[in-house]
């Protein structure tokens, strides 16, 4: 099993790493270039040791650094976005690390684009404890329900079956 996870170059300054670059070993740089749906970006993927050099976290490897900058709409963006993987570093080039985490953003945008604009997440009055748990978990829910479903999309599904209750139901008790 592998996990990496990622965070915000924000997030990554409170924790008090700083801006040093420590190097580590290895191949441990990447970059791409990709050009589509109106924008350019850039990607830089370099392996560091930040977090282990000042002791947030002793033991832990690979941690890497990832810098994105782009044209989006005519207008120029910078990201920085700092992350750490359970890979076993002789397991983790910087390329296939930059690809994992390409494909852990696109996973995560697709799903939180479901939950926020399909389902209205945001929009979702309950805030209070854990209370927003239970309406959290009812669109998980659903959202895997209507991953069964040859739609197209979420919201054709979800219009198809508030018109036609039967299949509603057909869908709540098929086993899966």
Request: glycine letters at 8%.
């Amino acid at each position: 099993m592998r996990v990496t996870f990622s965070f915000p170059n924000r997030l990554f300054r409170a924790a008090g790493a700083g801006h040093s670059r420590e190097p580590t070993a290895g191949p441990r740089f990447a970059r791409t270039t990709e050009k589509g749906h109106g924008r350019v970006e850039y990607r830089a993927l370099e392996g560091t040791a930040i977090l282990t050099v000042h002791q947030k976290w002793p033991g832990l490897k690979p941690e890497f650094r990832v810098r994105q900058r782009g044209i989006r709409k005519g207008k120029a963006y910078e990201k920085v976005v700092h992350g750490i993987t359970s890979l076993p570093p002789e397991k983790t080039d910087a390329k296939r690390l930059l690809g994992l985490v390409r494909e852990h953003r696109r996973i995560e945008n697709r799903l939180h684009y479901v939950r926020d604009v399909t389902l209205g997440e945001d929009a979702c009055p309950v805030r209070r404890g854990s209370a927003p748990e239970v309406p959290a978990a009812l669109r998980n829910a659903g959202v895997h329900l209507l991953a069964q479903v040859d739609a197209g999309n979420h919201a054709r599904a979800i219009r198809r079956r508030a018109a036609r209750f039967r299949e509603a139901i057909d869908l709540l008790t098929s086993p899966v």
